[in-house]
């Protein structure tokens, strides 16, 4: 039913930026929050931001001031804007969308930063 669709991920060298994107596409309803959340080899997943439907922008401290979230809710759409990349951020990003049905994750994206 629902399928979200990530984008935009790849190989930089550090300073560099990337914007991924993830749509949502199918049977879902009243989408609440919409957010990124990354995972490198033999870490937790961590939040990296989130963004809520009218509410507060949330970001992950180590990414404060470089990334900025967006969403366009006419497209079931969140973006990531990553600037000023590190090579700690190398990690796959994975979107996840919670609505009426429940939650809902991406396929994941990887990004690699090199120095």
């Known amino acids: 039913q629902v399928q979200l669709v990530e984008s935009g991920g790849g190989l930089v060298q550090a300073g560099g930026s990337l914007r991924l994107s993830c749509a949502a596409s199918?049977?879902?309803?009243?989408?609440?929050?919409m957010g990124w959340y990354r995972q490198a080899p033999g870490k937790q997943r961590e939040l990296v931001a989130i963004i809520p439907n009218g509410g507060r922008i949330n970001y992950g401290d180590s990414v404060k001031g470089r990334f900025t979230i967006s969403r366009d809710n006419a497209k079931n759409t969140v973006y990531l804007q990553m600037n000023s990349l590190k090579p700690e951020d190398t990690a796959v990003y994975y979107c996840?969308?919670?609505?009426?049905?429940?939650?809902?994750w991406g396929q994941g994206t990887q990004v690699t930063v090199s120095s």
């Open positions: 199918g049977s879902i309803f009243s989408i609440s929050s």
């Open positions: 996840r969308i919670t609505a009426w049905g429940g939650e809902y």
